[in-house]
């Protein structure tokens, strides 16, 4: 399954460039653009973390003031759900 999200975070100023380096640090997450503590993320779900989590964890990175999610995108790759991957533990 391909799930990807557009998300903008906005961060102090001046602890921008910190606050992409925690972003890329991680698995799955991706800086496109910044500018004036605007910070521009896709974010896609890994083999250990789905992206909502990753979104979530965002937020508790120090200097982020707040992250919003602006786009959202899920599909079945091959059309059977049957087969994909599930992180959801029972």
């Known amino acids: ?9 906005l ?5 921008t460039a910190e606050v992409i ?3 890329e640090a991680a698995e799955g997450r991706e800086v496109h653009a910044h500018e004036d503590g605007r910070i521009v993320v896709t974010v896609e779900d890994t083999a ?4 909502s989590d990753s979104i979530m964890d ?3 990175i120090p200097g982020v003031l707040t992250v ?8 079945e790759l091959d059309g059977n759900a049957g087969d994909a991957p599930s992180l959801i533990q029972h």
């Open 48 to 51: 250990l973390m789905r992206a």
């Open 68 to 75: 919003t999610l602006t786009y959202h995108h899920f599909e």
């Open 1 to 9: 399954m391909l799930n990807i999200c557009g998300c903008l975070v």
């Open 21 to 23: 380096a925690a972003i």
């Open 58 to 60: 965002m937020h508790q």
């Open 11 to 15: 961060s102090m100023p001046d602890r």
